[in-house]
């Protein structure tokens, strides 16, 4: 995204505490507190919604970390599969 806008990944008690830092400054960030739970990232641009959107989809890629990395492709193991 270089160019287009930031991505910053962290932990949600530290994004969390910069917030409220920041909140005196902005108030509206105060809305976006609640909001960090589970794993997120922020996503900071001045360009079009959409076409950063659409960028950030091309980034996406299907994780597991028991995958194995074989023939540059991931591989799902055997605990993954459906059952029969």
């Known amino acids: 995204m270089r160019g287009r806008g930031d991505v910053l990944m962290g ?10 830092e920041l909140i005196g400054d902005k108030p509206e960030l105060e809305k976006l507190i609640p909001l960090i739970t589970g794993n997120v990232g922020l996503v900071l641009t001045n360009g079009d919604l959409k076409e950063i959107r659409d960028l950030i989809k091309t980034f996406k890629v299907i994780f597991c970390p028991k995958c194995k990395f074989e023939n540059f492709g991931f591989v ?8 029969q």
């Open 76 to 83: 799902m193991p055997k605990c993954f599969s459906r059952r």
């Open 11 to 20: 932990k949600n008690t530290m994004m969390k505490r910069a917030m409220k």
